[in-house]
């Protein structure tokens, strides 16, 4: 719907609508600059562009004109600086023109936090009677050219001048975008960074889960395929397309949920033991605690995929060929195993257990989307956070144990000691099971509950 | 990324940042006031506390100095009251150094509607030449303090007076929170409410299911399990991990998507009956349509839940002894079934039926999450929910008809003559259905929809 | 949450609250008049309407009392016009009692683009001393009736005067609905034109993957059923229900998913050849590459109904008699066929290719969702979009190559010369592929970038 209205919008404004009487003025014949000329003028701004040479400017629709810095700088009260950071010093000389006009920064970096303060900041520093705007730099010069805004549409405004302010966002709701009030202009510098970001809270999850994985293939290759091929000369090789990953899959989504939990109990031990809540943790706990829903979404993505890889054995060639062998091996042998239900009971309830599990998972992760978790308070946000996650972590944990079921300790499963991978997995979330388990407990959870209420056990009275 | 932006910023701040000349007071040092006066310390404000007994307050980091109320007061022209409403008593002696200020009061209550009227209106009260604006109550103060802002960072602000309440969301944003102009000091009320409610609007619709579900769940024991242990001293336990719960949750899932259009129907029967729309529902009645969605969703995860239970079938051992049971005594039999057309055509459509039906409800619950029917608009809304929603119900109850196929009425499925669950539970959908299809045969559609264009049939003209 | 909230809201209102002092005027008594004035009245305005003739106005609760225009106007600055555009001649004779007042346009038209200019700039003609406000026009009357407000709750709102949008915004709020501030009078077109779509980007996608789907269905009917009964008088109707839809989805999913990234490559064909960005695509190209997201959410509709599709086959009856059939011939054939570990790997790598390509397909799906490619950087949606979105590509349409496996190209599957329909549905994404292929070869990516950072061929130099 978003694209759809943005066109229509563009549509509209060019067919039927009086040309708006603003006047926009744009410093700088960039490819930014052109664009979001462009785009202005589509919408009904009359528009005219400052440039260093206004002869030597490149292909510009007809109606809009390029004029010097002084003059362009005359014929409107808005002024966007297409210009980078760097070439900003000219201004200087035009601190007349500027006086009282509105900059707006479009600017961006090359790296984060490039320069000791904002370009925004930067620019109110050299053109001090100026008001300055902070906006558009989140948007894509190619989008608006293109018209197709399907990402975020989100203009990050921030300003000292509330009126400035205001008439740039109405700017930016004219042209299709929606500007969000940031504050004043010390937001600056974060709005600056914003679209140099790729994902950086899902780097040490990926980069965790991507590890552990690895560690896992090895393990598995060594114990399902190696193992078999050189003390029976079997070629299990095909395994590498779906049994063994469904061996990994499922111990990564484990592990990492768990790891979703393991901060939070250390937080609370840490608490407890400096008896206050109001010395900040140690920098690496901090950065865990922030990347946790990222970590339980990389969790809940194994999980996904341990599914499918479940769902489709029967559909598997090989697993049909060994059902068939057994059928016909039962046959030749003329004997008919009977059922049996203890087995029978354990088949069912892990399966039942893993289908609970993955369903409050997902509940988990759909709770955490954005406009979900927007509409939960903090009260039920904790509610399904703790309580509904460590519901899941209960229930995964005890699918993957029922799933060892009674084959658990027999030495037979051992190969080259290796025990199976599930084992391993088990290790994480059965401790932090544990440790939970003994934070619940009054004698710990009382005093936890005080000091998170600001108790602290030593404050000082002076 | 929302962690991740704030924690930036907050880091942004302490670093980078020259400190922010604005100056902050915050009345109360206990545990929210101190988060707070800490979270804006470290983004760039100078804070000063005021303070019963300035003395004995607890740690607080260096650069930020407590003071006595009258002091702190006059040091700032923004006051954010970190106090429970019980003690703004004193706040009448401080009449003078508060008139004109902007007293933010954050203040939540124990229970909703605790009290005659909300707490920002009680203090404008006490303070009436103060300008009152209610904010950041709906944020905790241990997620301030630890910076996992990982829930809502929505803060409610509403007040009378415009520029103070823009100048409490500049201070929101640059806590790294969004502002939400919720208008005049009237919705207070409703603010602080908003932290206490626990999904009120899920507590009717997850009561009936639970209680629907444990009706189900015995019928079946008694049925599946009770009844053969009985008749044929046969132990069919485990039955209860997958197969009984995968014939309660379709059963659930069908019914609870029925009562989410037996409201719209049996409004649109009082309307008819009534003749108006102007005359409201019993309450009961606008209750259950508050809460459709709700049911709705609860609805789709049983669903979701009988696909699970369906797709694990195969896997299951019982049922593989099964087949393979099957097999060999067709072969000890010597005689070979043949294919069936008729039964394929039946279980093929019956799960085809099954798969679209799941497919659209699926659907359903995507345009239900708040950011996609943000996006739509009400002629959608009503397409999707209303029209797709009764193509869904059609498809889920041809899928529990099909389902039950030929042997639908042999009496050889009565067990005690209790007819199967599939049975019971197509019950209200049927009912819902035929009453759909009357009310849209053109004799009742017309007068309806003139009614809910405002027409009135006994309209009395004075 | 949302109903519950606007729902505690309303009911707060009535008991709670000390009747609101501001009065607000609604012009005409229709449905929407009455719905607004209602809604307005239960939260505490007081509310007057104005009416052509007083006396024969409809049921309205006490309270509420309606008197001429010209009376009304005078109790209250704030004037609703619940009145039709062609109604509206009547205001000119009103100049006097509404200059300065605030007029709030709620219409709507019955088309889009019905009027040259939007009902609000025609009115701001009529009353050129009134403040035109555009708001509520989104909103349904009944849903303000029936107090379900389950749909988008966003009034847009825009106009002229700052002070006076802000008053209605702030109505708004206190009606439960969450007012967006969309700029000057200019874009009241585009508000008044929403309420009218049904979506309007879908159309396209929807009907090509209709005319594809017809053509599929009409070639597997051929192919499947129509040639075995005539060459084998074999009936194999029941295919229609599962396995032939079976062939159809994943051709769709992948041909759409293809025509999803076409549009980008033809693109870059034509920058590439007119040596510019800054000269506009045709309008189809234009079009095409607006409804992308809605084709590859179709595309990914398919694909979920594939998944499910393959994943009931092991339940499917005939599956399990054709698969007993093959264990019985074996026996009364006693000999049993070794396992093939080609095979087992085909059929293993095909599953696992498909997992991974719908997987990845999801990932797409989810961040497509407003809420989360609002929080994405552009930088990060490019990513996402392309780089993953090419992944999927690639390993969907190597899901189907391998699917072939060694069976491709024998003259076997031939019937009446027709290739099954996999072979078709691999036509178009390999085109996309090699072209791909090609343009990220630095022969053309380099000039590709360069132009898309703006530079151009042929920029003439006056």
Redesign the interface.
């Given at each position: 719907?978003?694209?759809?209205?943005s066109?229509?919008?563009s549509l509209?404004?060019n067919m039927?609508?009086?040309p708006?009487q603003d006047t926009v003025c744009v410093f700088g014949t960039?490819?930014f600059g052109?664009s979001i000329g462009?785009k202005m003028f589509q919408?009904?701004y009359s528009v005219v562009f400052g440039s260093r040479n206004p002869?030597?400017s490149?292909?510009l629709p007809k109606g809009i004109n390029v004029l010097s810095y002084a003059e362009a700088a005359q014929k409107s009260d808005v002024i966007i600086m297409a210009i980078h950071r760097e070439h900003y010093d000219f201004l200087t000389e035009l601190a007349e023109e500027l006086q009282g006009k509105i900059l707006v920064d479009v600017s961006n970096n090359l790296k984060i936090?490039q320069y000791?303060?904002s370009n925004a900041e930067y620019l109110a520093q050299m053109v001090p009677r100026a008001k300055i705007v902070k906006a558009f730099n989140?948007?894509?010069?190619?989008?608006l050219?293109?018209?197709?805004l399907?990402?975020?549409r989100?203009v990050f405004v921030?300003g000292n001048d509330?009126e400035s302010k205001?008439r740039v966002?109405?700017?930016?709701?004219?042209l299709g975008l929606t500007p969000v009030?940031?504050?004043?202009l010390?937001?600056a510098?974060?709005i600056e960074?914003?679209?140099?970001?790729?994902?950086?809270?899902w780097k040490f999850p990926l980069y965790l889960s991507a590890a552990l994985c690895i560690f896992y293939f090895v393990y598995c290759v060594i114990r399902e395929i190696i193992y078999p091929y050189i003390n029976e000369k079997k070629?299990f090789?095909?395994?590498l397309?779906?049994?063994i990953?469904n061996r990994i899959f499922p111990g990564m989504a484990l592990n990492l949920l768990a790891l979703v939990y393991l901060p939070g109990i250390i937080?609370a031990i840490l608490q407890l033991y400096r008896g206050?809540?109001?010395s900040r943790?140690p920098k690496w706990l901090?950065h865990w605690?922030?990347?946790?829903?990222q970590l339980g979404l990389v969790a809940l993505?194994f999980a996904?995929?341990h599914?499918?890889?479940?769902?489709?054995?029967?559909?598997?060639?090989?697993v049909?060929?060994?059902?068939?062998?057994?059928?016909?091996d039962?046959?030749k042998a003329n004997k008919?195993?009977p059922?049996n239900?203890t087995?029978?009971?354990i088949?069912?309830?892990y399966?039942?257990l893993g289908?609970?599990g993955?369903?409050l998972f997902?509940?988990l992760g759909i709770t955490s989307?954005?406009?979900?978790?927007?509409?939960?308070?903090?009260?039920?946000?904790?509610?399904v956070?703790s309580k509904l996650g460590y519901l899941t972590l209960v229930l995964c944990t005890a699918h993957t144990l029922v799933y060892g079921g009674n084959r658990f300790l027999s030495p037979s499963i051992l190969r080259w000691y290796l025990p199976s991978v599930y084992i391993l997995s088990l290790i994480i979330p059965c401790t932090v099971l544990v440790l939970k388990f003994i934070l619940i407990m009054p004698c710990f959870d009382r005093p936890l509950t005080r000091i998170?209420?600001?108790w602290?056990r030593n404050?000082?009275?002076?």
């Open positions: 719907m978003e694209e759809n209205s066109n229509e919008k509209a404004m039927n609508f009086p708006n960039g490819d052109r462009n919408c009904g002869e030597m490149g292909l936090n000791p303060e989140t948007v894509s010069a190619w989008a050219q293109s018209g197709t399907d990402a975020s989100q921030c509330k205001q966002m109405d700017i930016g709701c004219t009030d940031q504050g004043t010390m937001v510098r974060e960074n914003y679209p140099l970001q790729l994902f950086p809270m070629d090789s095909f395994l397309a779906i049994s990953p937080a206050t809540k109001y943790f901090d605690m922030l990347c946790r829903k993505a996904f995929l599914v499918l890889y479940t769902l489709v054995i029967p559909i598997r060639q090989y049909r060929w060994k059902l068939n062998k057994r059928v016909i039962q046959i008919t195993e059922f239900t087995s029978g009971w088949s069912d309830s399966l039942a289908i609970l993955f369903f997902v509940l989307l954005p406009s979900v978790s927007n509409m939960v308070n903090w009260r039920e946000f904790r509610f956070q998170r209420q600001g602290e404050s000082k009275i002076s």
